[in-house]
């Protein structure tokens, strides 16, 4: 961490502490601000360490671990829009996710910042519909999940975009009926879902929506979480 380029911040803190909480979104949003490269942050909670970029686990009182990401699986982004969410089928895309083959690491309801959503669609923001778009991120809660696959015939990236369907819900009627898209979205830019591009952009969109994510040296894998030991010493 030392040796990363830019301020790095130790929050030290013990789970029971509610009002800590807040100081971790706060640490996200000036990240966002600075740049990701510039601002680094290690958590120590409840006695076990996650350097930025590395998973946490977040631990209940009854000594339960909670949000714990899975080690060694390939994962994608996948969130459900505040279009989808509004109109009650969460829930049940949740539902039809895991049918799919999906395994969901992650799944946090949480309202979007325009600071992040425009830092997140930064590479559209010469498009005409990009304020648009930022306004309908931002409209209400969305579902952020971390997908995975048991069965790796199929990439998880390429499958879940399979599973979206055509960005546009009137062509994903048309060519793939079967699809998220064409089942809950309506139109432009109510399409109910969105999936990371390819590999690259899962792993930049996790690293920004989910700050303590682990990633392995072959991509997007969430990899094995460390004792406090093992982190100390490494």
């Known amino acids: 961490m030392l040796r990363s380029k830019g ?84 829930e049940e895309i949740v539902m039809k996710i895991q049918e799919t083959g999906f395994d969901i690491l992650t799944n946090e309801e949480r309202t979007l910042a325009e600071a992040e959503m425009r830092l997140f669609y930064q590479h559209r923001a010469g498009e005409d519909a990009f304020e648009q778009l930022l306004h309908h991120m931002c409209s209400g809660p969305s579902h952020l999940l971390i997908l995975t696959r048991t069965e790796e015939a199929e990439d998880v990236v390429t499958a879940w975009r399979n599973l979206m369907g055509p960005c546009d819900p009137d062509v994903a009627r048309r060519e793939q009926p079967d699809s998220l898209r064409a089942q809950y979205g309506t139109a432009m830019p109510f399409n109910a879902v969105h999936g990371s591009q390819d590999a690259a952009a899962a792993r930049r969109e996790l690293l920004l929506l989910f700050p303590s994510f682990t990633f392995s040296d072959q991509g997007t894998e969430a990899a094995p979480e460390k004792s406090p030991k093992q982190i100390l010493a490494s």
């Open 7 to 90: 301020l790095t911040v130790v929050d030290v803190y013990q789970g029971w502490c509610g009002p800590c909480k807040p100081v971790v979104s706060l640490f996200q949003k000036m990240r966002m601000e600075v740049g990701l490269d510039l601002l680094h942050f290690a958590l120590i909670k409840d006695e076990a360490l996650a350097e930025e970029g590395e998973c946490f686990s977040r631990v209940k009182d009854d000594g339960e671990d909670e949000d714990v990401v899975s080690s060694g699986k390939t994962c994608t982004l996948a969130i459900i829009k505040p279009d989808a969410v509004m109109h009650g089928n969460a």
